[in-house]
Nanobody
Framework: QVQLVESGGGLVQAGGSLRLSCASS????????LGWFRQAPGKERELVAA????????YYPDSVKGRFTIPRDNAEHTVALQMNNLKPEDTAVYYC?????????????????WGQGTQVTVSS
């Protein structure tokens, strides 16, 4: 059983930055596909970043491309999400997720393990 714990959420003004971190109970994420998702009230859970340790580049949807990144300095058992130029529409609970796979996964149903989520609130 893989346990994931997110941290780093909070309240920030529009245009500001936050860095989320996801720590796992596994010794290494090698062999795992990882994703960051968010869910706002009344909306479906959506992917904001996906990565595998075998992939050359992470995947970002258009809604966050150029603003969100997964830093390359992660330890093998943690993954971060750097969020810059935040907008009020980025307000949501953010989750990290993992699944044993060398293929990048983009859908919530593809993931086996989830963290408890961390709230990000962006004020205008």
């Amino acid at each position: 059983q893989v346990q994931l714990v997110e941290s780093g959420g909070g309240l920030v003004q529009a245009g500001g930055s936050l860095r989320l971190s996801c720590a796992s109970s596994v010794r290494t994420f090698v062999g795992y596909s990882l994703g960051w998702f968010r869910q706002a009230p009344g909306k479906e859970r959506e992917l904001v970043a996906a990565i595998t340790w075998s992939a050359a580049s992470p995947y970002y949807p258009d809604s966050v491309k150029g603003r969100f990144t997964i830093p390359r300095d992660n330890a093998e058992h943690t993954v971060a999400l750097q969020m810059n130029n935040l907008k009020p529409e980025d307000t949501a609970v953010y989750y990290c997720a993992a699944v044993r796979s060398y293929d990048m996964k983009k859908h919530p149903a593809d993931y086996a393990y989830w963290g408890q989520g961390t709230q990000v609130t962006v004020s205008s």
